[in-house]
């Protein structure tokens, strides 16, 4: 067959990837529950480990004031949707076999009541996260990918020991607000979405930007993209749907990686 042969694929005979519906809530929950033990698996393939902190939740499709998380004390690296741990309203685990970390109960608990839209909340200590949130500063539209969180994430500037109160927690909520992203002085990053995916790219991409930013910092004076380029760009790269789009290369990744995840 020669280059002169080929003709364009006509474009409704193309796949493009979309985000799954549901026939029962036990599918939905089901899937949640897979994205949340790949994403888990995937932070810690990235280092985002710091022995028992970090924690990402998914909330119950069906029972809404509870949610799914990685156990206590286990590794990311190991953890399988047989593992995770089902907890209500009142920080009781209900379904699952470990415990539940204490600040995950409270920081993702009252987010999960803030914002009852977000399906899935991701937080842990990752390095240049942590390196950043030293700064008390936010994350500059420096980069394309970094102005996802443009004008889109808060600070919560304050710290006063591990997180083990709602109310502290309550506060965090707070200075989430709207936004997809928080960066927690002297502490980390958080990032939400309306879906596992989006929750864990946002996590991804946050932190790489800010190993950017602190990058470029150390090297010298930065140019930093102007309001009305880094909007634009905002809407370009910082959407919903793109949150979970973004994910889908990681989910394809680990699940042929790692299959176990899914046991």
């Known amino acids: 067959m020669s280059l002169a042969d080929l003709q364009p694929v006509p474009s409704e005979q193309l ?10 809530v036990g599918d939905e929950r089901r899937h949640r529950r897979e994205r949340l033990a790949a994403a888990l698996r995937l932070f810690g393939r990235f280092g985002f480990e710091e022995g028992i902190a970090g ?3 998914a909330r119950d499709p069906e029972h809404t004031d ?15 949707v047989s593992d995770l741990i089902l907890v209500n309203h ?24 803030a914002r009852p839209e977000v399906v899935a909340a991701a937080h842990s200590h990752s390095v240049y996260g942590k390196a950043l949130s030293s700064l008390g500063t936010p994350l500059e539209p420096l980069t394309q990918d970094a102005c996802a969180f443009y004008e889109d994430h808060g600070l919560f500037d304050d710290y006063t020991g591990v997180v083990l109160e709602t109310e502290e927690g309550r506060r965090i909520a707070r200075a989430l607000g709207s936004h997809k992203a ?11 979405g309306e879906s596992v995916d989006s929750a864990a790219w946002w996590f991804v991409t946050m932190e790489r930007s800010c190993q950017a930013q602190l990058a470029a910092k150390a090297a010298g004076p930065t140019v930093p993209i102007d309001h ?16 979970w789009l973004n994910f889908q290369p990681l989910w394809d990744q680990i699940l042929r990686a790692e299959p176990d995840l899914l046991d």
């Open 15 to 24: 796949t493009f990837p979309t985000p799954p519906a549901f026939d029962s």
């Open 55 to 57: 924690h990402i939740t």
């Open 66 to 80: 509870h949610f799914w998380v990685n156990p206590f004390g286990m590794s990311f690296r190991h953890v399988r």
């Open 90 to 113: 009142a920080g009781e685990v209900v379904e699952g076999r470990h415990h539940v970390n204490q600040a995950a109960f409270a920081i993702h608990s009252m987010i999960h009541r």
């Open 182 to 192: 928080v960066i927690l002085r002297n502490h980390g990053l958080l990032t939400v």
């Open 228 to 243: 009305e380029n880094a909007k634009l760009t905002h809407g370009q790269v910082g959407s919903e749907f793109l949150g």
